[in-house]
C-alpha cells in the first residue's frame, strides 16, 4: 500500500504562485509514475502533469510553460509549482501514483487533494 499526502494549497490572487507537494509513503519501490490531477466544481477530473522516475514529464496544455513538476526519488515525494495562476486554475489537486512491481500488475493511488483557489 502506498500512502499520498499533499500540501501547499491555499488562495491566491492571479498571477500569483503556489508550490503543491506530496509525499508518498508505505511501499513506494516500484512507483514510476507520479503526477498532479484536478477538479474544479461541477467538472471532471482532468490531468495536470505526470513524471516518471526517470524525469520525463507531460503537461496538460492549459499549463505548459507556467507550472513545472519535480520530483525527488529518494523522498519519494512529487511537487508542482505553479506560477502565472489563473482563476481558471481553481480546483481540488490530486495527487497520483502509479506503481508497477511487475509488466502485468499495477496500482493506483490517489491522495486526498488540496484546494487551489486562484481570485480574480
Known amino acids: 500500500q502506498v500512502q499520498l499526502v499533499e500540501s501547499g494549497g491555499g488562495l491566491v490572487q492571479a498571477g500569483g504562485s503556489l508550490r503543491l507537494s506530496c509525499a508518498a509513503s508505505g511501499t513506494t519501490s516500484s512507483i514510476n509514475l507520479m503526477g498532479w490531477y484536478r477538479q474544479a466544481p461541477e467538472k471532471q477530473r482532468e490531468l495536470v502533469a505526470t513524471i516518471t522516475t526517470g524525469g520525463s514529464t507531460n503537461y496538460a496544455d492549459s499549463v505548459k510553460g507556467r507550472f513545472t513538476i519535480s520530483r525527488d526519488n529518494a523522498k519519494a515525494t512529487v511537487y508542482l509549482q505553479m506560477n502565472s495562476l489563473k482563476p481558471e486554475d481553481t480546483g481540488v489537486y490530486y495527487c497520483?501514483?502509479?506503481?508497477?512491481?511487475?509488466?502485468?500488475?499495477?496500482?493506483?493511488?490517489w491522495g486526498q487533494g488540496t484546494q487551489v483557489t486562484v481570485s480574480s
Open positions: 497520483n501514483a502509479i506503481r508497477s512491481p511487475s509488466v502485468s500488475y499495477r496500482e493506483i493511488y
